[in-house]
């Protein structure tokens, strides 16, 4: 039902659904136009960054990974990154192959309970996936089964699925023996078979007019859709290393959220997550991916959010792909790691969590105690971009009765898949004692 | 084992560095040590964020299973709701409108209500379903229980004991 814009109206959603965390939304429109967007995270503010001097440098690792139960390995490969960096040690051949392996399990995982369990009610017109699963049962099966594959993935290469503790700075405690990972090929034989009819089911979902110009921003690798490592881009020119990133980026904090709001230090807002992995690498998914990509309608760019399910999607199959190419080839390394020393220095380190970039950074003493750290992930990144697509999109749609509306601003929050549970926290802490 | 091959399993839900969200988590701890001292192999357990579909998984072909979570319920911290799908030594357990039961009160975006409902619709929920929903009172960064949470985890472990009892009897 639609009827005549109102002059002055509120859109407010106390408690988001279907996200991770706890977020409220908030809409004031007068006079037809938006006046207020708010995208409330007030998720207590979570210390990680403080708590984690004066500790080892070995273990933010395990620490890290603590702050999310969907995207663990993200926290825990950024780490590695940020500390190996420091210690001027580079990990690669098997032991980077395992860790893209990993961090597949992941993205495989994390997508896909976001596709079938979070998002896709929203296309189907249903208030939850329980209620979708009384009508599309085999549709739900389905996704959990392939969730139930990244899972597997992450205990076969992780030691368990949530908070795996198998790794380490250097590379791993162990390592899966070549004949372990090809009784998995089967596995993800089935995975990539599941992603594909994923790919298929959500190419079919009805999609709103929405486009923006985003600022999208995601490494880039030069042979690879990136994962694991490469430079950050963006469509506007950025090309910078992981050092560089507080040089082009900050965080600063609004009254409304205790996640930190994350800028171009031009003040633009910008885009993470899949969408802008799409837009900036296209090129370099493997021929069936992006083949399955094309028939699913996207052509190498996509500027319309709602349509980041079909990108997640993709990303899902790319990660079967991914981890098939990894087993054929995997040959068992020497040592599960490489030895790392403690050297007094600042390392840097981006990995693309299942929502968008997250950067590390870490400094450390001659004996390997952390002195500071600074971690941003993806939903702080996307939260002002979030707010902007409820603001444009609610001027656009103002025909819309309420219902419907809030309806589809909380759908376009969660077309970021944001984890607000990853993203409330604070750099600084100042009591004022009169 | 229990019943023709069917297993019972104990789940522990929460967050053992979120100081009361371990209640289901420490649970588990204390559980495993009760069991390794009576010799006892035939439960499986398992410590879970809450997430459902993992919830479904580690249930998945369960005669019995018991899940133990941490609950922001409005109670006093440490108040005690125990449901049961046999309706047997507390609430009964309407499947297909947990979450209305106890849905605002748990500490998980989508879980424990929702993996619930959820297998309820896919009929995927073991033969029997006991949940422990224990009231939280600190859920910051820590480790420790607040004292009435740490009891009343003591009261479920016992309770618990019985549960296994009465289905080894059964079985």
């Known amino acids: ?434 | 084992m229990t019943g023709r091959g069917l297993t019972t399993v104990v789940i522990g839900v929460g967050n053992r560095f979120r100081r009361d969200d371990g209640a289901g988590p420490v649970l588990v701890d204390r559980l495993n040590a009760r069991l390794a001292h009576s010799g006892c192999c035939d439960v499986r357990t398992h410590e879970l964020d809450g997430e459902a579909s993992r919830i479904i998984e580690a249930w998945s072909g369960a005669a019995l299973a018991i899940v133990v979570d941490a609950a922001r319920s409005g109670d006093e911290p440490g108040t005690l709701r125990r449901y049961d799908t046999d309706g047997a030594g507390g609430e009964g357990l309407d499947c297909a409108g947990a979450s209305v039961a106890w849905g605002a009160a748990s500490t998980h975006g989508l879980g424990v209500s929702e993996a619930v409902e959820l297998a309820g619709a896919l009929d995927r929920l073991p033969q029997r379903l006991i949940v422990y929903a224990i009231g939280g009172a600190d859920f910051s960064e820590g480790t420790e229980l607040s004292p009435p949470v740490g009891q009343a985890v003591e009261e479920v472990l016992d309770l618990v004991l019985v549960d296994l009892a009465h289905t080894m009897k059964d079985s």
């Not at chain 1, 020497?334 to 007094?344: L, Q, S």
């Not at chain 1, 590390?360 to 939260?383: F, M």
Request: aromatic share 8%.
């Open chain 1, 1 to 434: 039902m639609t009827h005549r814009a109102q002059p002055s109206r509120t859109l407010e959603v106390g408690a988001l659904a279907r996200v991770e965390g706890e977020g409220a939304m908030y809409v004031q429109t007068t006079d037809g136009r938006v006046t207020d967007v708010q995208l409330r995270i007030y998720e207590p503010p979570r210390f990680f960054e403080a708590f984690l001097r004066g500790r080892r440098f070995t273990e933010p690792v395990d620490i890290t990974a603590r702050i999310c139960g969907i995207c663990p390995v993200a926290y825990q490969m950024s780490a590695c990154r940020a500390i190996e960096d420091a210690c001027g040690v580079e990990v690669d051949g098997p032991l980077r192959d395992l860790r893209r392996l990993l961090y597949f399990g992941e993205w495989i995982e994390s997508h896909t309970l976001h596709v079938y369990m979070l998002h896709a009610p929203d296309f189907l017109g249903y208030e939850s996936a329980i209620e979708m699963a009384k009508d599309h049962r085999e549709t739900v099966e389905k996704g959990l089964e392939l969730k139930r594959i990244g899972n597997e993935l992450l205990e076969l290469i992780g030691g368990r699925a949530v908070h795996p503790i198998n790794v380490r700075v250097g590379g791993f405690y162990r390592v899966p023996s070549r004949r372990e990972l090809r009784a998995f090929r089967g596995r993800m034989e089935r995975a990539r078979d599941l992603a594909l009819e994923t790919i298929q089911l959500v190419a079919g979902f009805d999609f709103p007019d929405f486009e923006q110009d985003y600022i999208f921003v995601a490494l880039r690798h030069p042979t690879e859709y990136p994962i694991l490592d490469g430079r950050l881009v963006s469509n506007r020119g950025l090309d910078i290393t992981a050092g560089e990133f507080d040089d082009h980026f900050i965080e600063e904090h609004l009254a409304h959220s205790t996640a930190l709001h994350a800028h171009l230090l031009d003040g633009n807002h910008y885009f993470v997550g899949p969408l802008a992995r799409y837009n900036l690498n296209a090129d370099h998914l493997p021929a069936p991916v992006a083949e399955a990509a094309v028939e699913a309608g996207l052509d190498g760019s996509c500027n319309n959010p709602f349509r980041s399910i079909i990108v997640r999607a993709v990303e899902v199959l790319y990660a079967c792909h991914g981890a098939l190419e990894v087993i054929d080839g995997y040959e068992e390394p020497d040592r599960p790691a490489v030895e790392v020393d403690a050297v007094a220095a600042t390392g840097h380190g981006f990995t693309e969590a299942p929502r968008g970039i997250l950067y590390h950074r870490y400094s450390l003493d001659g004996e390997g105690v952390i002195t500071d750290a600074r971690i941003v992930p993806p939903t702080s990144q996307n939260q002002a971009t979030i707010e902007h697509d409820l603001w444009h999109f609610v001027e656009s749609h103002l025909e819309l009765d309420q219902d419907a509306l809030t309806r589809s601003c909380e759908q376009a929050i969660r077309n970021y898949d944001p984890c607000i549970s990853c993203s409330a926290h604070f750099l600084d802490l100042v009591v004022d004692h009169r």
